[in-house]
């Protein structure tokens, strides 16, 4: 199980998902953009469609017909995509995450990035989901939240 669902199965008021999408309608919405995106990520949004983790951050919801449940606003992410591409963003970049700061697929080699501010540079690069979410929002906000240390 991903570390952020097991982190909230520990401490709830850390993620509220925005609803599960099935797998064909993320297959669909995969085959209709045309993107190649991590199978951590995919399976996130199966079984959570994305939500809001440690109240300030946001992993962005698929355009899919399945309707989000009510704190889902406007958080879909080819729009968000659209926007980023206008201020300049990379073809390359996919963003996924928005918050303190920004994160996204790198297309080219499907690693997980965090943008520096301006979200035009790469400031740091992950292997899985699980090590983006780690070394990033749990290592942030995992104490202040009551989450308990990750022995290696």
Not at 11 to 16: G, H, L, S, T, Y
Request: hydrophobic content about 40%; charged content about 20%.
């Amino acid at each position: 199980m991903l570390l952020l669902l097991q982190d909230a199965q520990k401490v709830p008021r850390i993620f509220f998902p925005f609803g599960a999408i099935p797998a064909a309608e993320l297959q669909d919405w995969l085959q209709r953009t045309g993107l190649i995106l991590p199978s951590d990520l995919i399976a996130l949004w199966q079984l959570t469609g994305g939500g809001d983790v440690f109240d300030t951050e946001t992993i962005f919801r698929p355009t899919v017909p399945s309707t989000p449940n009510s704190c889902f606003v406007d958080d879909d992410i080819e729009g968000r995509n659209a926007a980023y591409a206008e201020e300049g963003k990379s073809g390359d970049l996919y963003v996924f995450q928005q918050g303190a700061f920004l994160s996204a697929v790198r297309l080219s080699d499907q690693r997980f990035v965090t943008l520096a501010e301006g979200g035009g540079t790469i400031k740091d690069s992950f292997t899985s989901l699980d090590e983006w979410y780690v070394r990033t929002l749990r290592a942030e906000y995992g104490e202040m939240y009551g989450l308990p240390p990750i022995v290696d």
